[in-house]
């Protein structure tokens, strides 16, 4: 559908949001229904990616052989496993490809690279539309990188339409890959950034001891204790105490960074028990120094079940109600798909999708590109 019938057209309207992230696990797949700027979950659906593809985007993190052709290839097969997760979504909610007005795609970063100009998502946008014979909106994050910004975190602006309350400081944290916030404090303009590693660090070291692709609940990292030294060390990143605004990725923060700071003494369980205070430490002083004192924190993204890393997000923040977003009407785990579903629809709509605030862009600023199905 094309932007001037989405104008026109009142009423209840579909979109399809698609996230795949840092965490490299799968494709969130969300059919969002909007009525009166308000979403409202439909369907959802969970591809995992098979481990030969998760290998192979890994390995395009940096410079090698023949990337180019390799990146090419890898955007086709994606383009097709995010088909197939919206026919599934479609079939699950017995929905037309028709009824849809669009789908909202992140694509899977490779690169995220502000300070030089670019980002890059491999996900063949054009393919999909026409894979999909639904209009595809893609390339977020491009036009904010073009007006000076940081290109993320994006999800802010969903944030501030959906959940800012007039009386209440509410913050939002997604944790997946990497952890971010949204500030919605009353009478104040939306703030948002990256705090650092969510959710990366720690499924990497459990992948490099076990055949288990993350810490569930955080049962192993409870099996273990922080090392002091260690999580000091590791907090001597200059990206912790850069001001806002900023965004991070696995430039800054993977197991080659990781592994100097090692010591051969070192047990496993209590590295991972370090990088989930890491994530944990890191959050909290992020909020405390850059949002004031909060009285609710919303949390969505994988971080959110993981019941030890809530634990000790609570007990870093004693004064702030810390919950996941389920309790107030939006499943942790499909929040970003539904914030890409926005997008779309922001785009189609001829509206801004991103907060100069959050990204440090010099303006309001459309987002996305359009492939008309």
Known sequence: MNPEA??????????????SGTSLDGVDAALVEFCANLP????????PFPSRLVSQLLELQTPGENELHRAALLANELAEIYHQSVRALL??????????????CHGQTIRHNPRHGYTLQLGNPSLLAELC??????DFRGRDIAAGGQGAPLVPAFHDAVFRITDLHRIVLNIGG???VTNLA???ATTGFDCGPGNMLMDAWIQTHSSLAFDENGSWAATGHAIPSLLQALMGHPF????PPKSCGREEFNLSWLTPYLANEYKAEDVQATLLELTA????????????????????????????LMRRLAEHLPDCRVFPSDRIGIGADWMEAMAFAWLARQRLLGKPGNLPEVTGARGLRELGALYPA
């Open 6 to 19: 989405a104008r026109l057209n009142p009423g209840p309207e579909l979109y399809v949001g698609l996230m």
């Open 40 to 47: 409202r979950l439909i369907a959802t659906h969970y591809s």
């Open 91 to 104: 079939e699950k909610a017995a929905a037309k490809p028709e009824s849809v007005r669009a789908i909202g």
């Open 133 to 138: 014979g639904i209009s595809v909106v893609a």
């Open 178 to 180: 990497i952890a971010n």
């Open 186 to 188: 009353p009478a104040t």
């Open 240 to 243: 912790f105490t850069e001001p």
């Open 281 to 308: 430490d890191t959050i909290a002083r992020s909020i405390r120094r850059w949002c004031g004192k909060p009285e609710e924190l919303v949390v969505c993204g994988g971080g959110a079940r993981n019941t030890r």
